[in-house]
């Protein structure tokens, strides 16, 4: 049974940090792209941050290049997101996605909310 478990979300005010991990289960990892992924109220879900395999060529979008880094451990199979300088627009349910080929598993989610 494949389970990808997000953790490390919760309030933080503007300008703080937090690190998200997300634990997998059931699935060859050290093979698995893994992303991050947000979802706010009213709007599609949109792609953070992205990490090959191996746990090379990081990719982010626009809004947080600079600010939010993601890392890949195969020997823990957790993938993490850190995420610093945090803006209230950075406040989703933040997703984590296992991704091989057509294969594409998805974790419950953790909710980030960044206000004063």
């Known amino acids: 049974q494949v389970q990808l478990v997000e953790s490390g979300g919760g309030l933080v005010q503007p300008g703080g940090s937090l690190r998200l991990s997300c634990a997998a289960s059931?699935?060859?990892?050290?093979?698995?792209?893994m992303s991050w992924y947000r979802q706010s109220p009213g709007k599609e879900r949109e792609l953070v941050a992205g990490i090959t395999s191996t746990g090379s060529s990081p990719n982010y979008a626009d809004s947080v290049k600079g600010r939010f880094t993601i890392s890949k451990d195969n020997a823990k199979n957790t993938v993490y997101l850190q995420m610093n300088t945090l803006e209230p627009e950075d406040t989703a349910v933040y997703y984590c996605?296992?991704?091989?080929?057509?294969?594409?598993?998805w974790g419950q989610g953790t909710q980030v909310t960044v206000s004063s």
């Open positions: 996605n296992a991704r091989l080929f057509s294969l594409s598993h």
């Open positions: 059931g699935i060859s990892f050290s093979v698995f792209a």
